[in-house]
């Protein structure tokens, strides 16, 4: 139940992220059986149907292909044989983000582009949402002109961060559907970590931003998205570093504890990024066995 409840709540907010991996998984992986091929047809039919919305901006056009090319490549990644040390849907990612870029600059293009688009799409819903509010309670909030333009300038990092979790969500499931799933098995989510050495990307975009919001250099969208970025690569870090001590708890102290964390999210986040980025030096999960022992 909560797989499918995961499922639905990632699809209702990046459905490009999902079904085209999966499909390509089905595919590369040779199905067998008709279950298999009824979610490749599934697959199909929701990307064929996301295609046909089309409205001719370059923000549609670079969502889908971003979507497509996370699909492809990652496809590649999780099939081989070998076993990574990190997830490969944050392999895919980044070889795929190199490639996208090197298409972007091939077709005169670059994320600025992008961001505005995405700056008139968040104006425009900022507004049908004022309007539904107003027909529904006779008022609405005071638009804020700054937003759209402050969320599309990291759409990079949020690009990356939903199709990341759309990748590794089809690779599950895909390990579920599969009659004779290729590819490495995942690794356990507790077991989740990466080079300890990414904690210099960290500090140098920390020191960029902070130093661009100064006015010391120039205000840059590539610093604050790096900085995003990898604050969420460690907040979930340190999700896994506790995860097993949460997934001991009872069923009901789990669900009152994601309504606090709900509440709380931002305090949760700082809490959990906190224990990512520690990690890198003192490795709670290696000091537990010793502590047990002990």
Excluded: C
């Excluded at 499909?23 to 599934?42: D, H, Q, Y």
């Amino acid at each position: 139940m909560g797989a499918v409840l995961g499922l639905g709540l990632f699809l209702s907010v990046a459905p490009w992220g999902f079904f085209a991996p999966l499909t390509v998984l089905l595919l590369f992986g040779r199905p067998r059986t008709a279950r298999e091929w009824l979610w490749i047809g599934a697959g199909v039919i929701w990307t064929a149907s996301l295609w046909m919305q089309a409205d001719g901006t370059l923000l549609f056009y670079a969502v889908n292909a971003w979507g497509a090319l996370l699909a492809g490549v990652f496809g590649i990644v999780a099939l081989s044989p070998r076993p990574w040390r990190t997830s490969p849907a944050w392999i895919a990612t980044a070889a795929a983000a190199v490639v996208f870029l090197l298409l972007l600059h091939a077709n005169g293009f670059d994320l600025g582009a992008i961001q505005f688009e995405a700056t008139r799409a968040l104006a425009q819903a900022q507004a049908d949402m004022r309007v539904v509010a107003q027909s529904l309670v006779g008022s609405a909030p005071a638009a804020d002109p700054a937003a759209p333009a402050a969320v599309a300038a990291i759409t990079p990092a949020l690009f990356a961060i939903l199709g990341t979790l759309g990748l590794d969500l089809a690779w599950r499931w895909y390990r579920r559907i599969a009659a004779a799933p290729a590819g490495a098995p995942p690794r356990p989510f507790a077991e989740f970590r990466f080079s300890d050495h990414l904690v210099w990307i960290l500090v140098a975009a920390l020191a960029t931003t902070l130093a661009g919001s100064a006015g010391y250099l120039p205000a840059a969208a590539g610093p604050t998205n790096a900085l995003l970025l990898m604050g969420v690569l460690y907040a979930i870090r340190g999700l896994a570093i506790v995860w097993p001590a949460i997934h001991r708890l009872p069923v009901v102290t789990r669900i009152a504890l994601l309504f606090v964390s709900v509440l709380l999210f931002l305090f949760v986040v700082a809490g959990l990024f906190g224990i990512g980025l520690a990690d890198t030096w003192v490795d709670f999960r290696r000091r537990k066995p010793a502590a047990q022992g002990g």
